[in-house]
């Protein structure tokens, strides 16, 4: 048991110089387990690839990417002056990652923007489920904080642009 232990402790160690180094499994005649990166003659093994493990760091912190996967926020907006230009600011200020729909860019878009929020008047926040008609800037930083999202811009995200979908 003592072997098993030494030998998997040599093979972890071994392992950021051995990137997808090919370990062999087999079990000894007293039924311990062994892993090696040479196969044993004339017995049985089983053939694994290790490969280094990479954890995603980008796209923000933790909190930041679970709010953009569960609650993807979209702003309708055009051209309509200070309070479409409020509600991106308030946005931005957040950090928040968007995408921008201009429902006077198609008839499409109008059709889509009026299914959604009754008519057509913008601004109109989606924050995942939840859909809110017109800037009020309390209402929607209460609907962005309860969908996970930051007061502050998260400085680990690069790009804050809006996106288009």
């Given at each position: 048991?003592?072997?098993?232990?030494?030998v998997t402790l040599g093979l972890l160690l071994a392992l950021p110089v051995a990137h997808a180094a090919k370990?062999?499994?087999?079990?000894?005649?007293?039924?311990?387990?062994?892993?090696?990166d040479q196969p044993p003659p004339g017995q049985k093994t089983e053939q694994r690839e290790i490969k280094s493990n990479v954890i995603q760091t980008s796209g923000g912190n933790f909190a930041t990417r679970e709010a953009i996967r569960k609650n993807p926020v979209t702003l309708?907006?055009?051209?309509?002056?200070?309070?479409?230009?409020s509600a991106r600011a308030l946005l931005t200020k957040r950090g928040v990652p968007y995408s921008m729909r201009n429902p006077q860019a198609s008839n499409g878009e109008m059709?889509?923007?009026?299914?959604?929020?009754?008519?057509?008047?913008?601004?109109?926040l989606q924050v995942g489920g939840s859909t809110l008609k017109g800037f009020e800037?309390?209402?929607?930083?209460n609907a962005l904080d309860a969908?996970?999202?930051?007061?502050t811009a998260d400085p680990t995200l690069k790009d804050q642009a809006a996106k288009k979908p």
């Open positions: 048991m003592k072997l098993t232990a030494l370990v062999y499994q087999w079990k000894d005649a007293n039924g311990n387990v062994v892993f090696s309708w907006s055009n051209s309509c002056g200070d309070t479409c230009d059709e889509e923007l009026k299914r959604i929020a009754g008519d057509t008047v913008v601004p109109v800037e309390n209402s929607w930083s969908a996970g999202y930051g007061k």
